[in-house]
Structures are given as structure tokens and as C-alpha cells.
């Protein structure tokens, strides 16, 4: 059948070998998203830094995880187009971003008032370690502007358009597993320098993070009336 152009309309139908190239492309493109959502320096980054030096590369990882389970929630929003939930995003972000910015207040302030464990006595036991998770997971979603990097960087590398929704799982994958890449990478780098504090450089680290998080969350209380 042919339109008004003389063109065809007519749907024709994905073949194996492109719809695995497809496949790929999403995968990788989600993962390029992923990294580049997850590096820039930020309280989470500074979190994770502080509580691998802290409690070993696990705890690091494991901090990455949350993360980069809030990243890909974020990605599949944006992913999906779903439009009602970015709507409400967009217009609940100053209460969001103010809740997130209190809350990093409160963490930079334990964390400055924090005294450190000895190195040789740290065990990363199954209570600390979802306290590590759901904190930068919490952390992460209170950007809720992330979301709107996601349909920037997605428009930005031509895969902002409509696509079958089990192609969209793909890219979100990717962006999971980007996300997550970073973490365990930034985690090593850091684990690889642990043997080298003593707890007077550990207590100095908290005081440094406290500082820096709590820092970060009085911009963002500030910041975020400007959104009003």
C-alpha cells in the first residue's frame, strides 16, 4: 500500500540478525548512559569512597548497588517514556530535591561526628550492608532531575524515539549495568589504597565527607528554591 509520496507504508518485519544487532546496541548505548550518569563527583560517590576505605571493597560495591538500582529505575522511566510519572517528577522536584537536601544534612552531620572503627576490627555484617544500599538508593531518587539527564543523554545518542518495550528492557539493562561498572571500578581503585590510612587519617575522612555531604545538601536546599 502506498501513501500520498508514493512511499509504502507497510511495516516490514525485523529479521533475526537485525533485531540481535538491535539488541546490542541498546545494550551498549545503555551502558555508555549508565557511565556517564554515574561518574560525575557527587555525595554518593563521596559515600561510596568513604565506606570502602572504611569497610573494605564490599561495602564500596554494595553502596554502588543502590545507586545503580535508583539509576535504572530513573532509566526506565525515561526508557519508557513514561510521561505521567516524569510529569509528577518535574513538578514535585523542589519537594523531593529540598527532602533529599535535609536528609543529606542529617548524613554529613553523623558522619563529621562519626568516630571511626580500627581498620583491623571493621565487618561489613547483613545490617550495615542494607543500610549501605538503601541510603544511596534513597539518595539517588531524591534527584529526581536525574531523569531528565536520562531523556537528555537518550535524545542525545539517537535512542530517544519509540521502540518495542522488550527493546527498551535491553537499554535498560545497559544502564544498570554501566551504572553498576562504575561502582565496582571506582570501589577497586579505592580498596587498592585502603592498606594505607590509619584511624587518624579514617577519622580525618570523616570529618572531610561529613563536611563535603552535608556541604552538598545545603546547596541543594538552597538551590532548589530557585526551581519554585
Known amino acids: 500500500m502506498l501513501n500520498r509520496t508514493g512511499e509504502s507504508n507497510m511495516e516490514i518485519p525485523v529479521r533475526g540478525g537485525s533485531r540481535r544487532m538491535r539488541e546490542v546496541e541498546l545494550l551498549i548505548g545503555g551502558i555508555i548512559v549508565g557511565l556517564m550518569i554515574a561518574m560525575p563527583v557527587g555525595p554518593v560517590n563521596i559515600l561510596c569512597i ?54 543529606l544534612v542529617v548524613i554529613g552531620i553523623l558522619y563529621f561526628f562519626k ?33 531528565l539527564s536520562f531523556l537528555a543523554l537518550l535524545a542525545a545518542l539517537g535512542m530517544g524515539n519509540q521502540r518495542q518495550w522488550w527493546l527498551t528492557v535491553f537499554l535498560v539493562i545497559g544502564i544498570f549495568c554501566g551504572s553498576m561498572a562504575w561502582w565496582i571500578v571506582l570501589s577497586s581503585i579505592v580498596n587498592n589504597f585502603r592498606g ?13 565527607a ?17 526551581w519554585l
Open 50 to 103: 568513604h565506606r570502602t576505605i572504611e569497610g573494605g571493597w564490599r561495602s564500596g560495591v554494595i553502596s554502588g548497588l543502590g545507586a545503580a538500582a535508583a539509576d535504572m529505575l530513573y532509566g526506565g522511566v525515561a526508557g519508557f517514556s513514561i510521561t505521567l510519572v516524569v510529569q509528577f517528577l518535574v513538578r514535585e522536584q523542589f519537594r523531593i530535591r529540598f527532602f533529599g537536601g535535609i536528609l
Open 115 to 147: 568516630r571511626p572503627e580500627p581498620l583491623n576490627a571493621q565487618k561489613q555484617d547483613r545490617g550495615s550492608a542494607y543500610s549501605d544500599l538503601r541510603s544511596t538508593f534513597l539518595l539517588t531518587l531524591t534527584n529526581p532531575t536525574t531523569v
Open 196 to 208: 594505607r590510612f590509619n584511624d587518624r587519617t579514617l577519622l580525618l575522612m570523616n570529618r572531610f
Open 210 to 226: 561529613g563536611l563535603a555531604i552535608g556541604g552538598f545538601g545545603v546547596a541543594v536546599c538552597v538551590l532548589s528554591r530557585t
